[in-house]
């Protein structure tokens, strides 16, 4: 089983960590002496007895700093992403400490470039060893090894959900030793006895985890079955039965004795992630709006001389919570004097040559930096839609304004996916909603390569326009 074996796991994970975390000064005390003196190094300057003893005693702070945030528990189901992120903010935290140490210490001759290097070198090793342990083990679940032996408790349409859940993700190492229900179901596997046998079924068996996935009208058998589990010392998990309702990653707050789950809790609401991405967004669109400025200019001459009317399009867009704003974007369109309720097609004769090119490779678009400059839109998020469709479309999607609780973006996540243009709109909700579910500083870097290497040629596709615009204009959404 696997808790037999999980003790020494973790103490091998301990000292291995703290081995490479020692090895990364030695290595960095190599590099920054043989730069600075060549043939004749003096390795007095990085490994006298006290820089070597302050080393040795941060590296132990630095490996219980892991152990506090969780880096030593099961990282079975922990996203890689997530993991790396971690390891790269605790370990820039204790740098910085270490460096506030040195200089009140007085230890002016250790050298910053000498510790800068010991941070880099240090990251990358921790990184590299847990992305490799995970293949390792990925690599041996497959085969057989380090598998965690579950029981299910219940047989209905969440015992089957999980079940297909666990199959779908061998590489994590769950194997269904059987279910425990009153009535036996096919497909579901070995049915190992009823609820009031379980007790002793745990107790007769090798199980690692119990996942309790109860039907609502089975709730007055949750008493019993947490008490046999909690009776034999297993490990329990419970599968809520509303939980096609709640998202990824629910908050769970407590008001006295009673327990209360937020269903619409997302990362960005966090007010350091929502000061990161502004961030990221102030920063990007300057550099963007610097390096694009000169295509700009030329764009906005070509707009000029392509067909008489205005340079910019502007159109009325909803943003976060529900506020409208207007979005710019280069016209690509002749100005039509009367309301035009059409389809925008590859063929549109409203188009000008030069609004068909701009469109193909979405320089259109560009305008757009500035809506995220002046903090209406984001660089990543839910494309925007017209006030009309926003109306229409809440009335007939679940969830759909669900979009609104972030800030639109000039790419996203449905975007790179190919749902932009005359595609589904259920299928561009889900993937809204699963973006703003999971956020991370890694997804948005991760949707903007994609745009910028994947997703800048544009398939004009079928799109309906605005009724009251006068510039008929269509947005590739």
């Not at 880099?120 to 041996?140: E, G, Q």
């Not at 209406?376 to 469709?389: A, L, Q, Y």
Request: aromatic residues 12%; contains cysteine.
């Amino acid at each position: 089983m696997i808790k037999k074996y999980q003790k020494t796991f973790n103490a091998i994970n301990v000292i291995s960590d703290y081995v490479l975390i020692f090895l990364s000064y030695v290595i960095a005390g190599l590099i920054r002496v043989g730069f600075m003196y060549g043939d004749n190094p003096n390795l007095e300057l990085a490994f006298n007895k006290k820089y070597l003893s302050l080393i040795a005693i941060f590296s132990c702070f630095l490996i219980i700093t892991y152990a506090f945030t969780k880096l030593y528990r099961s990282q079975r189901v922990l996203q890689l992403a997530k993991e790396v992120v971690l390891i790269i903010f605790v370990n820039t935290v204790c740098f910085l400490m270490l460096a506030s140490i040195l200089y009140v210490l007085r230890y002016t001759d250790f050298s910053r470039l000498m510790l800068f290097i010991f941070y880099c070198i240090s990251t990358a090793v921790i990184v590299t060893k847990r992305i490799i342990l995970r293949m390792v083990l990925r690599y041996y679940r497959k085969k057989g090894y380090n598998i965690k032996h579950i029981v299910i408790v219940g047989n209905g349409h969440l015992a089957f959900e999980y079940k297909k859940s666990v199959e779908k993700e061998a590489h994590l190492g769950f194997k269904i030793a059987g279910y425990v229900s009153k009535v036996s179901k096919e497909n579901l596997g070995k049915q190992l006895g009823s609820y009031e046998n379980l007790s002793d079924i745990l107790e007769n068996n090798e199980v690692d985890e119990v996942v309790i996935a109860l039907e609502p009208h089975e709730n007055i058998y949750m008493k019993m079955v947490i008490s046999a589990c909690e009776k034999q010392g297993v490990r329990t998990n419970i599968i809520p039965f509303y939980n096609d309702y709640i998202p990824s990653h629910p908050s769970v707050y407590v008001v006295g004795n009673t327990k209360l789950i937020n269903i619409r809790s997302i990362p960005l609401d966090n007010p350091f992630n929502a000061f990161y991405k502004r961030a990221f967004d102030i920063l990007v669109s300057l550099a963007a709006i610097i390096l694009t400025s000169p295509l700009m200019l030329i764009i906005a001459i070509g707009v000029k001389l392509s067909s008489p009317g205005p340079i910019l399009f502007k159109q009325k867009r909803i943003g976060l919570n529900k506020k409208p704003f207007t979005m710019y974007k280069f016209r690509s369109m002749r100005i039509t004097d009367k309301e035009n309720t059409a389809w925008t097609t590859d063929n549109d004769p409203r188009k000008t040559k030069f609004g068909a090119l701009i469109r193909k490779y979405s320089c259109d678009e560009l305008p757009q930096l500035f809506n995220v400059l002046f903090n209406s839109m984001s660089i990543v998020g839910p494309r925007p839609e017209i006030p009309h469709h926003v109306e229409h479309f809440k009335e007939e999607i679940p969830l759909y304004l669900v979009r609104q609780q972030v800030r639109p973006g000039i790419t996203g996540w449905a975007q790179v996916n190919g749902f932009r243009g005359d595609t589904s709109i259920e299928d561009r909700i889900k993937y809204d909603i699963w973006y703003i579910e999971n956020w991370t500083w890694l997804l948005d870097l991760k949707i903007l390569f994609m745009t910028i290497f994947g997703g800048m040629s544009n398939k004009e596709q079928l799109v309906k326009t605005d009724k009251k615009d006068k510039t008929t204009e269509v947005e590739e959404v």
